[in-house]
């Protein structure tokens, strides 16, 4: 088999998992569910093609019993593009896409060829099909046989239980799921669960040994190195964030055990909103502030820690009442010390300096990926590193590229929020983590995009990730052992009780000096108390927690309340809820625009995501545009301004003083919602041409000073513009010539808009529906924004529901 031309070799790992699915799906298995260290891959799209080419196999020469069951073959993800990748694979000289029989399911639950002909699902029912879970749950009208989930494709569990759900409204004979390691499948189905552990993969390399590395499409990067059996860690000592941590999460966990009916007070869910900040932060506090308000991500640590010093929970009663009285004074005054504590002085920022200098001098040549919890901490300390120690900011956010010159470079350094996943790697990398992640997300330790990964922790976590690491290896085995007994495939492994190795330290930041000391020693009485704290926390981080959705234009806590406005919609009379305070799409003529929720009228036309999909038309084809090596070299010279007016924003305070000086240089803009707008993105640039030269007069910034850059960069933005603007007028009639699968006019305009690729699927995630009535605002958890109500809701009147 060959990929864009370059043959795939398959290891010793891919034969063993596809050998082991066979023999699963030979056993009357019918749910599997493979577990591999976290990346970027295409192992879904090789078992769809195995099990495909099993099927043909078997048709062609009518063998024995096929152990693929009678039916199609179904790849879910999204966004996986199972179609693209099957024309860029072949065997031979016969192109796997042809030869498959490929199909993508569209949002009618017909089905599409490369060919761009519509047939019904039930017309073919040995092909191969793709469905985009960004197209919600089309029905086929048959049942299939075999579902194939690509579960790291998916931003969430919702996505992963409704492509599950979809498998079971089909009738799916035999479910497939590729997942992460870490990640359990839930529900109430029977799984066969095989995670590819540590122990397991370096068994197979010693005894099978190990192929080249090369593409997404097989595993062999994985089996390039001889696996750690465990993460390193890197410690620190600092007495006065221990016992505020101690205190905090005692805090926590007592309001978990708060039995109440109604949710927790808004000071309580504040604090451990502030905590979750505050944890999760290494550098300037002010600079993550300044990130989580210009990337959407709500309230920064100020706001928050202004929240919870006025709260005091008064008028509260029943168990409420009684955690005021006993558990809130110690939990508010622990979080607003530790936010003291951070907020000028961040003991572990030199900590953070220190570790990369060592990773540089130990790991010679070798990239480095700083972790963090969160899009906006990783913008501010990839901030603060470029202050420190020079260099482009957005330079240290970019994605490293796998291979040995990755990242342009020895020892290029990268910054990086868990929700960016890196292909496998088969080159050296050490992985930070700064911090222990949460026991839900111990896996990311053990990512395939690494050959190393060091988790920095206080020393009063160690013993908290140390059980939470043995717990994770511990059920590997087991899920293993009762696989292997199951499918008669004889002795496992078994695995090592080891300590977690210290790679650094430990190191006092109470102490001026940052140099290790040795031996470790370990603050037991700390560690114990969080060990007895660890199963509560857990929970409580899981109910709490402001988990990163790609995707989406923010993130917000499961609990928070958003203000939202329900629409009733034509023709099926479902009602949507939409956040009040952000702009939806529609179609006006021939004419695509944003408008506000409360300008909707009864008989505008709104466009809506399908699916598991909350981004819009518009942005979803800028996305695509922006691909183009063209557009992209624009983005970036566009950035440099964006740099340069956040730059004035902090060295000003605020925004109408940053609006104060420009107007003392000539500028007319008369609002500073219109500047902020210039530094978050939603405006590509100024109109008047001589408001970026001012904007880099006052930043000093001499990228757009020297030589007429500025006047450049006002070209490319009035270009992008255009091209923006172009998008907008196409979309509406590309919309109605998708629905009818022609490619009209407007299609192959869109096409050449976005460098010649084919958008109809990128249309079909989305859907046309009419606005009957626009109800009133009420406030509502963020995770039903956009969908449509269960019964319970929808039971309501008309008049009741908006």
């Known amino acids: 088999m060959t990929d864009r031309g370059r043959t795939v070799d398959l290891g010793p790992l891919d034969r063993a998992t596809l050998t082991l699915l066979l023999r699963a799906l030979a056993s009357d298995q019918r749910s599997v569910y493979l577990a591999l260290p976290r990346g970027r891959h295409d192992l879904a ?54 030869a498959l029989r490929m199909q993508r399911i569209r949002g009618d639950g017909r089905v599409v060829d490369l060919q761009g002909k519509i047939t019904r699902a039930v017309d073919s029912p040995s092909g191969l099909f793709y469905l985009n879970t960004a197209l919600g749950r089309p029905s086929l009208g048959t049942s299939v046989g075999t579902v194939v989930i690509d579960r790291t494709s998916m931003a969430n569990d919702h996505s992963w239980e409704r492509a599950l759900a979809w498998a079971s409204e089909h009738d799916a004979a035999r479910v497939v799921a590729v997942a992460d390691l870490g990640t359990q499948p839930g529900g109430s189905r029977a799984w066969t669960q095989w995670p590819w552990s540590p122990v397991l993969r370096a068994d197979v390399r010693h005894t099978l040994g190990h192929r080249p590395a090369y593409g ?247 013993t908290w990730l140390q059980r939470s690491t043995d717990r994770a290896l511990s059920s590997w085995h087991e899920q293993i052992r009762q696989t292997s007994a199951a499918l008669k495939l004889g002795e496992v492994p078994e695995p090592m009780t080891l300590s977690l190795p210290v790679a650094y330290g430990p190191v006092d930041l109470s102490r001026p000096s940052s140099v290790p000391e040795d031996p470790p020693q370990h603050d037991s009485r700390l560690a114990l108390d969080l060990s007895a704290l660890f199963e509560d926390y857990d929970a409580s981080a899981q109910a709490m927690g402001t988990p ?51 300008a909707l009228t009864p008989g505008s036309r709104l466009l809506r995501a399908r699916g598991d999909s909350q981004s819009r038309l518009h942005d979803r084809l800028i996305m695509v545009m922006h691909d183009s090596a063209e557009v992209t070299a624009m983005d970036t010279m566009i950035g440099f301004f964006r740099q340069a007016i956040t730059a004035v924003y902090e060295q000003r305070g605020s925004w109408p003083d940053v609006l104060a000086a420009l107007n003392n240089l000539g500028s007319e803009v008369s609002s500073w919602q219109a500047v902020s707008k210039w530094a978050d993105g939603s405006v590509i640039a100024p109109e008047d041409p001589k408001d970026i030269h001012r904007v880099a007069l006052l930043a000093r910034d001499t990228r757009l000073t020297a030589g007429g850059t500025w006047q450049r960069l006002a070209r490319m933005a009035e270009e992008l513009r255009r091209l923006h603007r172009a998008l907008g007028h196409t979309a509406a009639a590309a919309m109605t010539e998708a629905a009818g699968g022609t490619e009209g006019p407007a299609l192959r305009q869109l096409k050449t808009l976005c460098s010649g690729v084919d958008v109809s699927e990128i249309l079909e995630e989305f859907d046309l529906v009419v606005v009957r009535r626009v109800g009133g605002q009420k406030g509502m958890s963020a995770a039903a924004l956009g969908r449509v109500p269960g019964p319970r809701d929808t039971s309501r009147s008309p008049q009741e529901a908006p």
């Open 45 to 98: 799209v090789l078992i769809g093609i195995y099990l495909q080419l099993i099927r043909r196999g078997a048709e062609l020469t009518g063998g024995s019993p096929c152990a693929v069951p009678v039916g199609p073959v179904v790849v879910v993800g999204l966004r996986t593009n199972v179609t693209v990748r099957l024309a860029q694979l072949a065997i031979g000289q016969q192109n796997l896409s042809r």
């Open 216 to 462: 997404s499409l097989t595993s062999n990067a994985l089996l390039a190195r001889r696996p750690a059996a465990a993460p390193g860690v890197a410690v620190y000592r600092h007495k006065q964030l221990a016992e505020l941590l101690r205190k905090v999460v005692a805090g926590v966990v007592a309001a978990r055990s708060v039995r109440a009916s109604e949710s927790w007070p808004q000071p309580v869910a504040d604090a451990v909103r502030l905590f979750n900040l505050l944890w999760c932060s290494w550098g300037s506090i002010g600079k993550q502030d300044t990130w989580q308000v210009l990337m959407g991500r709500g309230s920064g640590a100020r706001a928050l820690a202004r929240s919870v010093s006025r709260g005091t929970l008064e008028g509260q009663g029943g168990a409420w009442g009684l955690f005021r009285e006993t558990q809130w004074p110690d939990l508010r005054r622990g979080v607003l010390n530790l936010y003291e504590l951070l907020y000028d002085d961040n003991p572990r920022w030199d900590l953070l300096l220190a570790l990369i200098d060592w990773a540089r001098a130990s790991r010679t040549g070798a990239p480095i990926l700083v972790r963090t919890r969160s899009r906006s901490a990783a913008a501010a300390v990839a901030e603060a590193l470029a202050d420190t120690l020079g260099g482009d900011a957005d330079s240290l956010l970019l994605t490293p590229q796998p291979g040995a010159a990755a990242g342009s470079g020895a020892g290029a350094l990268h910054v990086m929020p868990y929700a960016e996943r890196l292909a496998w790697d088969a080159s050296p990398r050490l992985e930070l983590h700064l911090g222990a992640p949460s026991p839900l997300r111990t896996g990311v330790l053990f990512s395939g995009a690494a050959d190393e990964h060091v988790a920095v922790v206080e020393q009063s976590e160690y």
């Open 548 to 598: 990163d959705a790609p995707g989406r234009s923010a993130t917000t806590a499961a609990d928070d309340l958003v203000p939202v406005t329900a629409v009733l919609t034509e023709p099926e009379g479902a009602v949507l809820w939409l956040r009040s305070d952000e702009p939806v799409d529609v179609l006006v003529g021939q004419r695509y625009a944003k408008i506000p929720v409360a």
